[in-house]
């Protein structure tokens, strides 16, 4: 497959975020006081947080180990389905989300988030072996996939008006996903022609699958 620039998403993806509506000096006393620090995240988003054996890996989690290490508590991860991810914050199913969670104008009236630690361009993905996808242009015509409730579906509705045929890019269909692994593998058996995300997580897609993606 290969990844096409296609629009800014946000300029940079983001490791914390905070409950807006409660103080963070009140939660770090609630972690401290349980001794674990409870972490919703999306378990299906490389390089970020991943499943690898059975265990959770990623930097993200690796983050988040150094930070319970660091007040002195466990840590529990609570993978939870990326659009609903918020909500359950709110709902108190954690207490934080340490996630690759692009910072949009949207999410920050609803949380706090960390200092940035990555960069979040959004490009598209497209199989190696479809000559016909130069560019994000030529996705005109052609089926895209995203994940629901993904800064890049976030991004699309701003900058196509919200409507699926409208704007530069006037897509046959456009597919929204519960988790990106499973538009990779629609992208794969040509059910779509190409998956708007990240570059920081559509790299590792291209370095796992160089003869069946490109950029």
Same mark, same amino acid.
């Given at each position: 497959?290969? =990844?096409?620039?296609? $629009?800014?998403?946000?300029?940079?993806?983001?490791?914390?975020?905070?409950?807006?509506?409660?103080?963070?000096?009140?939660?770090?006393? %609630?972690?401290?006081?349980?001794?674990?620090?409870?972490?919703?995240?999306?378990?299906?988003?490389?390089?970020?947080?991943?499943?690898?054996?059975?265990?959770?890996?990623?930097?993200?989690?690796?983050?988040?180990?150094?930070? #319970?290490?660091?007040?002195?508590?466990?840590?529990?991860?609570?993978?939870?389905? $990326? #659009?609903?991810?918020?909500? @359950?914050?709110? @709902?108190?199913?954690? %207490?934080?989300?340490?996630?690759?969670?692009?910072?949009?104008?949207?999410?920050?009236?609803?949380?706090?988030?960390?200092?940035?630690?990555?960069?979040?361009?959004?490009?598209?993905?497209?199989? @190696?072996?479809?000559?016909?996808?130069?560019?994000?242009?030529?996705?005109?015509?052609?089926?895209?996939? =995203?994940?629901?409730?993904?800064? @890049?579906?976030?991004?699309?509705?701003?900058?196509?008006?919200?409507?699926?045929?409208?704007?530069?890019?006037?897509?046959? %269909?456009?597919?929204?996903?519960?988790?990106?692994?499973?538009?990779?593998?629609?992208?794969?058996?040509?059910?779509?022609?190409?998956?708007?995300?990240?570059?920081?997580?559509?790299?590792?897609?291209?370095?796992?699958?160089?003869?069946?993606?490109?950029?």
């Amino acid at each position: 497959m290969q =990844a096409s620039a296609f $629009w800014k998403a946000g300029l940079c993806a983001i490791g914390v975020s905070l409950s807006a509506s409660i103080a963070s000096a009140d939660i770090l006393d %609630d972690i401290k006081k349980r001794g674990e620090m409870v972490v919703g995240m999306e378990v299906a988003y490389v390089p970020y947080e991943f499943f690898q054996d059975g265990d959770v890996m990623g930097y993200d989690v690796d983050l988040t180990r150094a930070f #319970a290490d660091k007040l002195g508590v466990k840590v529990k991860f609570v993978d939870t389905e $990326w #659009a609903g991810i918020i909500p @359950a914050l709110f @709902a108190k199913k954690f %207490d934080v989300i340490i996630s690759g969670m692009t910072i949009t104008a949207e999410r920050a009236q609803k949380v706090n988030f960390s200092m940035p630690y990555a960069e979040a361009t959004s490009v598209v993905l497209a199989r @190696a072996d479809d000559d016909s996808v130069k560019s994000a242009d030529d996705m005109t015509g052609k089926r895209m996939g =995203a994940q629901l409730g993904s800064a @890049a579906d976030q991004g699309r509705q701003a900058v196509r008006g919200g409507a699926q045929g409208q704007g530069p890019a006037r897509y046959s %269909d456009y597919k929204l996903y519960d988790h990106y692994p499973e538009a990779y593998v629609d992208l794969a058996n040509k059910r779509i022609d190409g998956v708007v995300n990240a570059l920081s997580s559509l790299q590792i897609v291209i370095k796992e699958t160089p003869a069946s993606t490109r950029p």
